[in-house]
C-alpha cells in the first residue's frame, strides 16, 4: 500500500533563507507527483505536478524534483518571503487510478520576519 | 466564476444529528470528490463522482452518503453524526479529460464538530 510521508511536520526559518521541503513515498510505482499549499482557513493551491517521467518543474522560486527510484520529492524555496507561510502538502497518483490521490500530512513552513 | 464553494464554514453537531455539507462548482466540471483532513494525516477520499448520476466510494466512505443529480452540485451527506467524523471537510472538482484530474481545485473546507 502506498504511503507518503512528509519530515519535518513543522519548520521555521527566517525570511531570505532558501530552503527545502521533503517528501518521501513507498512504491515507486506512481504516474506523477503534485505539491500543493494550504492556508488557514482556504482550500488547496496546486503549485507543482511533475509526471513520472520527469525530473523536476519550476514555477518562479519554486523548484520540485523527483526521484522515483528512492521514493522521494523536493520541494525547493528561494529566498523565502514571509508570503510562504503556510502548509505545504505532497500527493502521488497511483497509475491504476484516476481519481485518487494519495496524500502526506503536510509540512507547516512559516517564515520569520 | 466564484470556483468550488463549500457550506457551511464551521458547524456544530452532537452525536446522532444528521446533516447536510454542500458543494457546489461552477466549472462545468465532471469530477468532484470529497476530502477529509485529520491532524497529522493526509487528505483522504471520502465518496467521487465523474458526473452526474454517477458516484462512487473512496478510501473511507463509511458513515457518509453522496448523490450528484446536476453537474454543478456534489452535497455530502451525514447520517448520524459520530464524534470520530469532527474533521475538516474539503470538496473539489476537475474536469475530466487526460490528465485533467490532476488540477484540482478545492473549495474553502468545512469545519466540522461533532460533540
Known amino acids: 500500500k502506498q504511503e507518503v510521508t512528509q519530515i519535518p511536520a513543522a519548520l521555521s526559518v527566517p525570511e531570505g533563507e532558501n530552503l527545502v521541503l521533503n517528501c518521501s513515498f513507498t512504491?515507486?510505482?506512481?504516474?506523477?507527483l503534485q505539491w500543493f499549499r494550504q492556508d488557514p482557513g482556504k482550500g488547496l493551491t496546486s503549485l507543482l505536478l511533475?509526471?513520472?517521467s520527469q525530473r523536476e518543474q519550476t514555477s518562479g522560486r519554486l523548484n520540485a524534483s523527483l526521484d522515483k527510484s528512492s521514493g522521494r520529492s523536493t520541494l525547493y524555496i528561494a529566498a523565502s518571503q514571509p508570503g510562504d507561510s503556510a502548509t505545504y502538502l505532497c500527493?502521488?497518483?497511483?497509475?491504476?487510478?484516476?481519481?485518487?490521490?494519495?496524500w502526506g500530512a503536510g509540512t507547516k513552513l512559516i517564515i520569520k520576519p | 466564476n466564484a470556483g468550488v464553494t463549500q457550506t457551511p464554514k464551521f458547524q456544530v453537531l452532537k452525536t446522532g444529528q444528521s446533516m447536510t455539507l454542500q458543494c457546489a462548482q461552477d466549472?462545468?466540471?465532471?469530477?468532484m470528490s470529497w476530502y477529509r483532513q485529520d491532524p497529522g494525516m493526509g487528505l483522504r477520499l471520502i465518496h467521487y463522482?465523474?458526473?452526474?448520476?454517477?458516484?462512487d466510494q473512496g478510501e473511507v466512505p463509511n458513515g457518509y452518503n453522496v448523490s450528484r443529480s446536476t453537474t454543478e452540485d456534489f452535497p455530502l451527506r451525514l447520517l448520524s453524526a459520530a464524534p470520530s467524523q469532527t474533521s475538516v471537510y474539503f470538496c473539489?472538482?476537475?474536469?475530466?479529460?487526460?490528465?485533467?484530474?490532476?488540477?484540482?481545485?478545492f473549495g474553502p473546507g468545512t469545519r466540522l464538530t461533532v460533540l
Open positions: 473539489a472538482s476537475s474536469y475530466s479529460g487526460a490528465g485533467g484530474t490532476d488540477t484540482q481545485y
Open positions: 466549472m462545468n466540471h465532471e469530477y
Open positions: 463522482s465523474v458526473g452526474a448520476g454517477i458516484t
Open positions: 512504491d515507486s510505482a506512481i504516474y506523477n
Open positions: 511533475i509526471q513520472s
Open positions: 500527493a502521488v497518483r497511483p497509475p491504476e487510478s484516476n481519481y485518487q490521490l494519495i
